[in-house]
T-cell receptor, first 112, second 113 residues
Framework: EAQVTQNPRYLITVTGKKLTVTCSQN?????MSWYRQDPGLGLRQIYY???????DKGDVPEGYKVSRKEKRNFPLILESPSPNQTSLYFC???????????FGPGTRLTVT | KQEVTQIPAALSVPEGENLVLNCSFTDSAIYNLQWFRQDPGKGLTSLLLIQSSQREQTSGRLNASLDKSSGRSTLYIAASQPGDSATYLC????????????FGQGTELSVKP
C-alpha cells in the first residue's frame, strides 16, 4: 500500500530534550516536506526537500532541522524543543512539487 | 505573496443537499490547486488535484473547478451524506513560493441526517 508513515504519532516531552520525528514514504517520491498545523494559523511549511541531499527552508524553519540522506526518509529534528513548538506535524511527499501531495497521519507533539 | 482564503469557515446542511465550498487565491501563478479532507485529529486525505492547465476535475460525487483569471476554485459536493462531515482544505502551489503548498484555513462541514 502506497503511504507516508510518521513516528511517533504522539509525543509529550520537556523543554530542551532533543527529539526526532521520522517520516518515510514507499512511493519513490522525490519531493518531501514538513508542515505544522496550529489553530487559527492553519498549515505552514517548515522545510522541504526536492531530492536526496537537497533541502530548503519553508515559512517557519526556526528551531527545526532536517536531513535527506535517503530518498524514502525525511526526519524532522528538534534539537532544543520549546513550548511554542507544541503542534500537529505532518509529513508529505509527491513525485515532484507540481503533482499530488500525499500526507502522513500526523504527529501530535506537546512540549512542556 | 500567495494567500488562500476559504469561505465559509463553517457550513451545516441537511443530508441530500448539493453544496459548494469556495477557495480564493491571490497569486495567479499557481501550478496546481489541491483539495483535501481532514477528519478531527486525523491526517489530510487528498480529494482532487487540478493542474494549472485544467479547468476541473471530478471524482465520484465531487467536482472541483479552477479559474486562474479570477483567482477562484470551488469544490462541489453532490447529494451530501453525514459521512461527508469533515474540514475541507484547499491549497495552492505557486511558482513564486518555492514549491510549497499554501493552505486556506478550511471549511468545517457538518451534514445532518
Amino acid at each position: 500500500e502506497a503511504q507516508v508513515t510518521q513516528n511517533p504519532r504522539y509525543l509529550i516531552t520537556v523543554t530542551g530534550k532533543k527529539l526526532t520525528v521520522t517520516c518515510s514514504q514507499n512511493m519513490n517520491h522525490e519531493y518531501m516536506s514538513w508542515y505544522r498545523q496550529d489553530p487559527g494559523l492553519g498549515l505552514r511549511q517548515i522545510y522541504y526537500s526536492m531530492n536526496v541531499e537537497v533541502t530548503d527552508k519553508g515559512d517557519v524553519p526556526e528551531g527545526y532541522k532536517v536531513s535527506r540522506k535517503e530518498k524514502r526518509n525525511f526526519p524532522l529534528i528538534l534539537e532544543s524543543p520549546s513550548p511554542n513548538q507544541t503542534s500537529l506535524y505532518f509529513c508529505a511527499s509527491s513525485s515532484d512539487r507540481v503533482n499530488e501531495q500525499y500526507f502522513g497521519p500526523g504527529t501530535r507533539l506537546t512540549v512542556t | 505573496k500567495q494567500e488562500v482564503t476559504q469561505i465559509p469557515a463553517a457550513l451545516s446542511v441537511p443530508e441530500g443537499e448539493n453544496l459548494v465550498l469556495n477557495c480564493s487565491f491571490t497569486d495567479s501563478a499557481i501550478y496546481n490547486l489541491q483539495w483535501f479532507r481532514q477528519d478531527p485529529g486525523k491526517g489530510l486525505t487528498s480529494l482532487l488535484l487540478i493542474q494549472s492547465s485544467q479547468r476541473e476535475q471530478t471524482s465520484g460525487r465531487l467536482n472541483a473547478s479552477l479559474d486562474k483569471s479570477s483567482g477562484r476554485s470551488t469544490l462541489y459536493i453532490a447529494a451530501s451524506q453525514p459521512g461527508d462531515s469533515a474540514t475541507y482544505l484547499c491549497a495552492g502551489g505557486s511558482y513564486n513560493q518555492g514549491g510549497k503548498l499554501i493552505f486556506g484555513q478550511g471549511t468545517e462541514l457538518s451534514v445532518k441526517p
